[in-house]
């Protein structure tokens, strides 16, 4: 199976940076998606940045020009950089590896955005 264990997140003031990183170990083919979404509390789960092992890189539209996601393949790792963090970013990030169709999550980790 995939275990995904995310570090990082914590709680910063609006304006600051924060990153997050996420490591996958067992059975994980090369070919593979890795990505990060989030859930505020009330909200559905959503789609912050997605990342193919091949570098192809996409991001939802209210991450654009201040998030920036990058993997290290030989480290099964991929990393969430947020900087320009706002409260409405505020809520726990998960990691999501897609291999075979399948999806896989990791625990989540808390970000608090205080204004």
């Known amino acids: 199976q995939v275990q995904l264990v995310e570090s990082g997140g914590g709680l910063v003031q609006a304006g600051e940076s924060l990153s997050l990183a996420c490591a996958a170990s067992?059975?994980?083919?090369?070919?593979?998606?890795m990505g990060w979404y989030r859930q505020a509390p009330g909200k559905q789960r959503e789609l912050v940045a997605v990342?193919?092992?091949?570098?192809?890189?996409s991001y939802a539209d209210f991450v654009k020009g201040r998030f920036s996601i990058s993997r290290e393949n030989a480290k099964n790792t991929v990393y969430l950089q947020m900087s320009s963090l706002k409260p409405e970013d505020t809520a726990v990030y998960y990691c999501?590896?897609?291999?075979?169709?399948?999806?896989?999550w990791g625990q989540g980790t808390q970000v608090t955005v205080s204004s």
């Open positions: 067992g059975k994980i083919f090369t070919v593979n998606t």
């Open positions: 999501n590896l897609v291999k075979l169709g399948i999806n896989y």
């Open positions: 990342i193919t092992s091949g570098g192809a890189s």
